[in-house]
């Protein structure tokens, strides 16, 4: 289990304290509100664990400086800012640590200030850049994994989400990487009675919840024959075009809050049809809401489910991983999720900081090297996420 990947012990964390100066960490990254999505998410309840262990946290994002929508997918916004303004708001919160969450234009000029300054960073692999540059535009992928090796080498430290991630990413040359696994709110997200045709629809209903867009390979679950019905909840740059070529699944839109956590609970199945997501919030809140999961095996949905067949299904015919999910059990998927939590996962982020600063002595290593001591037969099938793209 990710959650038992622990950094440091609590001996170390207390040193780094010790001092009594107070920690001012400045986290940059072009993923921000109005964004819905998992970086956004990730840091919001990663701050507010921060705040109760008395890190003062300053950000910089895209909503401090003049911005334009990303080609092809205007909910993401484009900083345009000079060095010197991204320079001073960085300079201006006196940043005792540095962490740089997206490798975006706000990433890139926060690099630059932090190796010009001799300031030690961290960064965190969120997204699989290369992949999702490479669906839209005509560049090698081999030339965005070069971009991405040289941006996170150059920090002290750089955050993945799971041990297969890692492997992966260390076989591309990427170095220093360090474990920072997610949380639920299983306060907010929990069981509810099963109505009997949730949305006027038949059961089972098959779900899936996140961005509808391109990279979350939507298409491989609506084209399923399946029993019941399907439902979409989100919203996206591809929403209008599915919602036209695929007229009998219910799009619901965006939804937030106690609403969707009481949509969540309503599925008998979450689908999570993406092969190039780095972990999967959403497989956490299903599971939270006592709703097994089917996916593919690929990193994300094979480190939080594994083989365990009890809180879902993964399969390389996505369908059949589908089926088998409606047999698997909702109170196991539930204690799985509650297993996971963001005070820990906060621990393992503020831990990764200070031993990228050289705050302290890092134990998260000897941890690590099992993803890459795995047997193959364990690890993702080499190659076969990228061939099913």
Not at 27 to 44: F, K, L, M
Not at 96 to 105: F, L, Q, R, W
Not at 186 to 202: I, R, S, T, V
Not at 251 to 280: H, M, N, R
Request: hydrophobic share 40%; with cysteine.
């Amino acid at each position: 289990m990710l959650q038992r990947l622990t950094n440091a012990t609590d001996g170390d964390n207390a040193a780094a304290l010790s001092t009594g100066k107070p920690e001012r960490l400045v986290i940059v990254t072009d993923a921000w509100h109005p964004q819905v999505n998992g970086v956004v998410r990730s840091i919001e309840n990663t701050n507010r664990e921060l705040a109760k262990i008395g890190v003062e946290v300053a950000m910089v994002t895209p909503q401090g400086f003049r911005n334009i929508p990303c080609p092809t997918y205007p909910e993401i916004r484009l900083s345009i800012a000079s060095y010197r303004g991204v320079a001073r708001e960085i300079a201006r919160h006196k940043p005792s640590y540095v962490h740089i969450a997206t490798e975006g234009p706000l990433g890139l000029t926060a690099r630059r200030w932090c190796l010009k300054n001799r300031m030690p960073f961290s960064t965190s692999y969120h997204t699989r850049f290369p992949e999702y540059v490479a669906a839209r535009l005509p560049i090698p992928k081999s030339w965005l994994y070069a971009f991405v090796k040289w941006f996170h080498n150059s920090g002290a430290g750089c955050m993945v989400a799971t041990p297969s991630l890692a492997r992966e990413l260390s076989e591309k040359g990427i170095r220093n990487l360090m474990p920072w696994t997610r949380g639920i709110d299983a306060n907010q997200f929990h069981p509810a009675a099963l109505e009997d045709k949730p949305f006027g629809l038949a059961r089972p209903i098959f779900m899936t919840v996140g961005r509808v867009a391109l990279e979350k390979n939507l298409p491989a679950f609506l084209d399923l024959d399946l029993p019941g019905s399907k439902v979409v909840v989100g919203d996206g740059p591809a929403r209008a075009e599915l919602e036209k070529r695929y007229p009998d699944v219910h799009f619901t839109g965006l939804k937030v809050g106690p609403e969707l956590a009481a949509i969540y609970a309503q599925a008998d199945v979450f689908v999570f049809p993406s092969l190039t997501d780095t972990f999967g919030n959403t497989i956490l809140e299903a599971l939270a809401s006592g709703v097994p999961v089917a996916a593919y095996p690929v990193t994300g949905p094979f480190d939080i489910i594994g083989d365990d067949s009890e809180v879902g299904a993964l399969d390389y015919n996505l369908g059949i991983a589908c089926l088998s999910a409606l047999s698997a059990s909702r109170e196991k998927a539930r204690e799985l999720a509650v297993q996971y939590s963001w005070e820990a996962a906060t621990l393992q982020f503020i831990t990764n900081i200070r031993a990228a600063n050289g705050v302290i002595t890092p134990k998260w290593k000897k941890a690590w090297q099992y993803a890459k001591s795995l047997p193959r037969n364990k690890r993702l099938g080499d190659g076969d996420a990228a061939t099913m793209v």
